[in-house]
């Protein structure tokens, strides 16, 4: 079992910055990739950045050039920081970790809201 904690989501102005961190806990060696999605009201999940075990990151489009994912394996963290954010960027923002089984798991995410 892995367990996932979201933090950092909040209220920001377009144009601001904020940075969500995901505390992974219980069976973390066998956490293969992570990740980062989002869910605005009325509509499906939708993958917002991922990072490899290996440390490779992947981006949407949406997305890419304004957020960075990063993973800290001793801390057994995870982070996003969101620059530039738009009003478009408002969502449920959930943790995911994919084992090296291909079981998931989620934390209970963190709305992050832009508006001015």
């Known amino acids: 079992q892995v367990q996932l904690v979201e933090s950092g989501g909040g209220l920001v102005q377009p144009g601001g910055s904020l940075r969500l961190s995901c505390a992974a806990s219980g069976s973390i060696f066998s956490i293969n990739h992570m990740g980062w999605y989002r869910q605005a009201p009325g509509k499906e999940r939708e993958l917002v950045a991922l990072?490899?075990?290996?440390?490779?990151?992947t981006y949407a489009d949406s997305v890419k050039g304004r957020f960075t994912i990063s993973r800290d394996y001793a801390k057994n963290t995870m982070s996003l920081q969101m620059n530039s954010l738009k009003p478009e960027d408002t969502a449920v923002y959930y943790c995911n970790a994919v084992t090296a089984g291909d079981f998931g798991y989620w934390g209970q995410g963190t709305q992050v809201t832009v508006s001015s």
């Open positions: 990072i490899t075990i290996a440390a490779r990151p």
